[in-house]
């Protein structure tokens, strides 16, 4: 196991599932811990550091729901870790409660592993986001926390769909992104991905027939080139 793989840690009371998540997560690249409930997790994160939690809604205790907005609420860096919450509650506003606490992304149970796995790693990605500032493609800059692109010193008016594209194409400069981690960092559906990129190409491509910056990888997605 790469030391410097990313770090994740399951809270979830359902101990199979718990175990079922480790092997799945740890069999594809990352270092994984367990906690059987927030208290256990609280007590974890005392002594290592995470980059990402992946969190059960309901459980004795504590629930998680409550323990992602106390981990909000906090300081340092467990304050802005990231977090995805697992839940069998399928309504609309739970989806909206977890958000509104601060939770990165929601999944609902039963899921595909391959989709958590996607999730996962549009949420690293964009997590990263805050390590790297500005972008430079020709005339243009792009500032990745804010989302704000800027030529020639004027800014560029970007829709919010456009702007997270750019932000999930701009953390990782020069490395294609695939259609479907696009689609979940941005919340479309199908090709609707290819649509936002053809408008951002209008924007930023001299000729977008031609681009230059933002390009189709055949069998992988788009890439974004940087200076």
């Known amino acids: 196991m790469n030391d410097n793989a990313p770090h994740i840690l399951v809270v979830d009371d359902d101990v199979r599932l718990a175990s079922l998540l480790k092997k799945y997560l740890s069999d594809n690249g990352y270092r994984v811990s367990v906690a059987e409930s927030a208290?256990?997790?609280?007590?974890?994160?005392?002594?290592?550091?995470?980059?990402?939690?992946?969190?059960?809604?309901?459980?004795?205790?504590?629930d998680g729901l409550s323990f992602a907005k106390s981990l909000r609420e906090g300081s340092?860096?467990?304050?802005?870790?990231?977090?995805l919450?697992?839940?069998?509650?399928?309504?609309?506003?739970?989806?909206?409660?977890?958000?509104?606490?601060?939770?990165?992304d929601y999944l609902t149970k039963p899921f595909e592993p391959r989709e958590l796995l996607l999730r996962v790693a549009a949420i690293l990605k964009r997590s990263r986001q805050e390590t790297i500032s500005d972008?430079?493609?020709?005339?243009?800059?792009?500032?990745?926390?804010?989302?704000?692109?800027?030529?020639?010193?004027?800014?560029?008016?970007?829709?919010?769909?456009?702007?997270?594209?750019?932000?999930a194409l701009a953390t990782s400069p020069g490395v294609p992104v695939s259609r479907e981690v696009l689609s979940l960092s941005s919340g479309t559906q199908g090709r609707a991905v290819d649509v936002q990129i053809t408008r951002l190409r209008r924007k930023i491509e001299e000729?977008?027939?031609?681009?230059?910056?933002?390009?189709?990888?055949?069998?992988?997605?788009?890439?974004?080139?940087?200076?």
């Open 135 to 167: 972008i430079c493609f020709g005339n243009f800059t792009f500032n990745i926390p804010r989302g704000d692109l800027v030529q020639d010193g004027k800014i560029v008016n970007l829709t919010s769909s456009e702007q997270i594209l750019l932000k």
């Open 76 to 83: 340092g860096h467990n304050q802005s870790i990231a977090i």
């Open 207 to 227: 000729d977008p027939k031609l681009p230059r910056y933002l390009q189709t990888v055949r069998g992988e997605g788009y890439v974004l080139w940087a200076d």
């Open 85 to 104: 919450m697992l839940t069998a509650m399928a309504e609309s506003s739970d989806r909206i409660d977890g958000l509104e606490v601060g939770v990165d």
């Open 39 to 62: 208290e256990d997790a609280a007590k974890k994160m005392l002594g290592l550091s995470f980059d990402l939690i992946v969190l059960d809604r309901m459980m004795p205790g504590e």
